[in-house]
């Protein structure tokens, strides 16, 4: 296969992070929206430092032969290319955040430094340092002779070269922690930020010195903990392991620093020394070296108009809000869309569960969960209400692995059966199972979701989520609960895509079903919606499937190691990405013509992590209604030419131009969403008017009645 299909998974996703620093650069965007994206940019960046930069670190270290099984770049090559494109996108997000600013000067927001402030904020900024910040830091002076001191990941300090006779001295002062940062001047919304003060005033904390530079920097570092073996065989619960490792991860090596001036040379070698880092690993940059502040001057600044407007998440249409959801959910299956409908029906439906006298079990898999999590709360009722409640918490969700220690203690607390998934593999399903019992019948409800169990994230994120009571789909997930009670792996499934096993392959057959209809001359089709693709073996299903002649149109937020458009290759497949307001997370597989549509939704991508390396599920959509819903949906995600980018065969993205009336997907999806909720509620008011007006009727009536009756 020729090369020029590939496209190298780390600089796939590094494209994608370009995508969002186009809506920090978007005029289109409010203001403070687009201040917002360019601290999720760098947000993301740092991320990718810790996890993916980490990863290939280790590699190199360890396999550096070993290559990028699409590219064949090796992990010191990749770690090159990363580097070069970082250091070209660092400097458009400088950009980007210098015109921002000078925006919202324009509405009164300014950031400051010591020089620019007045005369009388100097004045109240030297007293607030002596009170405020002084008392709260700890300097210390490093030299040859010194150890070196440790420094907190993604924490800002401030380096000083003292003169020394003898060798070089660095003085080092932290410059965020207990203390506010973004410091308001004269009540106003003019500001500065405590690292500018302190880096203003360093030269007084060490006053017996001569200071010859200073500047701010931060150092990420290597956050990619694995579950190693040997803590296996000790007698430990696997909680106290992962308690362990995340203690661990504080200590990885670090793979950047980040500087917010040129420093002098030699002291710039001898800090480099200390963490063990070269010249590749350094960036400079002209913004604050962390910009999630972003949200304290949206605090700040009440102009409505520099913001996204207020957008709810709506009742679902498909709810009746005077039943019982269980009895709904048995009459037909439900999807619930967020953010544009509420997640309220799914916890209603958890809370019933709790209450229910019919329902025996309950049974889930947690991945992420909001802070004060009403999923937890409902779980432990039904603990405490007799049910017995089986819940697999992956305690190796990646930074929220002490969260989820904490969770799963206070499920176990209230009487909740807890379990940690097979030994080597995440499970990333969102997966409940609620089993009822009607006298000798047994009946199940399953919910089947996209995205995590998250109050927060169901608000942001774009997720889909099927309840359905379905009993194969019952059966299904029900052997899936008992296969991870007993450490086991489902090898086949019946009506539901399990990973690591049972889901590449069914995926593979149904292409390959397509790529028959194509050769026999009948039209094919592939859709697929998903956040990343660099499954090899699914990519080059997917090539195979485009050289017969099947339609493929692909939405694809982040990853895309398939380039599109490749005479020869892949001249049939379109790769769609949207970037907007919300984080498209939904996935839906879409095999076949209208006449033989398979439809389906999941919590995996086509990453080999998904696929052959975590538990995930695939739920088909049998109800004609919902599967009409999920097409419509994917085929205005297709017409989005306001927020979507499309590939081009040299895998640049460009923003879908036509003269096609402009379609934004996700602004769209809401405004149907409001539209549905107006229709249910003036359907609500006719029919409570009809009541009245029958009432009123039947009272005259009765009224009549009784006169005839008096007569």
Same mark, same amino acid.
């Given at each position: ?8 998974? $780390? ?21 403070? $929206? ?49 580097? /070069? ?7 458009? #997000? ?31 900024? $030297?007293?607030?340092?002596? #009170? ?27 380096a000083l070269q003292i003169q020394s006779k003898s060798n070089i001295k660095i003085g080092i002062i932290p410059a965020s ?5 973004? +410091? ?7 500001? +500065?930020?405590?690292?500018?003060? *302190? ?24 956050? =990619? ?11 430990? /619960? ?25 420093? @002098? ?37 009440? !102009?409505?108009?520099? &913001? ?15 039943m019982n959801i269980i009895p709904q959910i048995k009459r037909r299956d439900i999807l619930l869309s967020y953010p544009y ?30 802070? %004060? ?26 930074? !929220? ?12 607390? @209230? ?22 019992? *009607? ?16 109050? &927060? ?14 009993? !194969? ?20 499934? $019946? ?60 939405? *694809? ?42 439809i389906y939704i999941s919590s995996a991508d086509y990453m080999t992590r998904n696929t052959i390396r975590r538990v995930e ?25 306001? #927020?979507?980018? *499309?590939?081009?065969? =040299? ?49 005259? #009536? ?5 006169? %005839?009756?008096?007569?």
């Amino acid at each position: 296969m020729t090369a020029a299909v590939y496209e190298n998974r $780390e600089l796939s996703w590094l494209k994608f992070n370009e995508r969002v620093l186009e809506e920090a650069q978007d005029k289109r965007v409010p203001l403070l $929206e687009r201040l917002n994206f360019a601290a999720i940019f760098q947000s993301n960046l740092d991320e990718f430092f810790m996890v993916r930069v980490g990863s290939l670190y280790d590699q190199m270290l360890v396999n550096p032969k070993k290559k990028d099984n699409k590219t064949q770049m090796t992990a010191k090559k990749q770690l090159s290319a990363i580097f /070069d494109k970082v250091n070209e996108l660092e400097p458009m #997000k400088d950009i980007a955040y210098k015109n921002i600013m000078l925006e919202l000067m324009e509405h009164g927001v300014e950031q400051v430094n010591f020089r620019s402030a007045s005369i009388e904020e100097q004045k109240y900024l $030297e007293a607030y340092f002596k #009170k405020e910040i002084k008392p709260l830091i700890s300097p210390l002076i490093i030299d040859k002779k010194t150890p070196f001191p440790f420094l907190n990941n993604k924490q800002i300090y401030c380096a000083l070269q003292i003169q020394s006779k003898s060798n070089i001295k660095i003085g080092i002062i932290p410059a965020s922690g207990q203390f506010n940062r973004v +410091i308001l001047l004269n009540g106003g919304k003019r500001f +500065i930020l405590a690292e500018d003060l *302190i880096l203003h005033y360093a030269p007084n904390v060490f006053k017996n010195y001569k200071i010859i530079d200073k500047t701010l920097f931060r150092i990420t570092r290597n956050a =990619d903990i694995t579950v190693e073996e040997g803590l296996y065989d000790h007698d430990l /619960d696997f909680r106290e392991v992962m308690e362990e490792l995340c203690k661990k991860r504080k200590k990885l090596h670090p793979v950047r620093l980040q500087l917010s001036e040129t420093f @002098s040379q030699p002291a710039l070698e001898f800090l480099c020394k200390k963490l063990e880092l070269n010249e590749e690993h350094i960036f400079y940059l002209k913004t604050p070296l962390d910009l999630s502040f972003a949200g304290d001057i949206a605090d700040i600044c009440n !102009d409505p108009s520099l &913001k996204f407007d207020k957008l709810v998440p709506q009742k679902s249409e498909s709810i009746a809000e005077t039943m019982n959801i269980i009895p709904q959910i048995k009459r037909r299956d439900i999807l619930l869309s967020y953010p544009y409908e509420s997640i309220k029906p799914f916890i209603q439906l958890l809370n019933e569960a709790a209450k229910d006298p019919k329902v025996t079990d309950i049974k889930i898999t947690l991945y992420r969960l909001a802070k %004060n999590s009403q999923i937890i709360e409902a779980l432990c009722d039904a603990a405490e209400n007799g049910k017995n409640v089986l819940v697999l918490v992956e305690l190796r969700a990646r930074f !929220d692995e002490e969260n989820n220690i904490g969770w799963s203690r206070r499920l176990q607390d @209230s009487g909740c059966n807890i379990i940690y998934g097979p030994r080597d593999l995440k499970v990333h399903s969102k997966l409940l199972l609620i089993t009822r019992k *009607i006298g000798q019948k047994t009946e199940y409800i399953t919910q089947i979701g996209t995205g995590n169990y998250n109050e &927060k994230t169901s608000a942001l994120y774009t997720d889909l989520s099927l309840m359905t009571a379905n009993p !194969d789909i019952g059966t299904d997930a029900e052997r899936l609960f008992d296969a991870l009670l007993n450490n086991r792996l489902i090898e086949e499934s $019946e009506h539901l895509l399990i990973a690591p096993l049972a889901l590449r392959d069914p995926i593979l057959q149904m292409i390959d079903e397509e790529i028959e209809f194509a050769r026999n001359g009948e039209p094919a089709y592939v859709g697929i919606k998903i956040n990343s693709l660099c499954d090899k073996t699914i990519i080059d299903k997917l090539i195979e499937a485009s050289q017969a002649g099947v339609k493929i149109d692909m939405v *694809i937020r982040g990853i895309c190691s398939l380039i599109t458009g490749v005479e020869g290759f892949t001249e049939n497949i379109t790769v769609t990405s949207i970037v907007g307001r919300y984080l498209e997370h939904s996935r839906i597989y879409i095999f076949g013509t209208e006449k033989r549509r398979k439809i389906y939704i999941s919590s995996a991508d086509y990453m080999t992590r998904n696929t052959i390396r975590r538990v995930e599920v695939a739920a088909p959509v049998y109800n004609e209604k919902i599967k009409k819903r999920l097409w419509n949906m994917f085929e205005i995600l297709l017409r989005d030419n306001v #927020k979507a980018r *499309i590939q081009l065969p =040299d895998g640049a993205y460009v923003y879908k131009v036509n003269d096609n009336p402009p379609v934004d997907a996700q602004r769209f999806f809401f405004e149907e969403a409001y539209k549905k909720a107006e229709r249910k509620a003036a359907a609500k008011e006719k029919a409570k008017a009809r009541a009245a007006a029958k009432a009123k009727t039947n009272s005259r #009536k009765k009224q009549k009645n009784k006169e %005839n009756t008096n007569i």
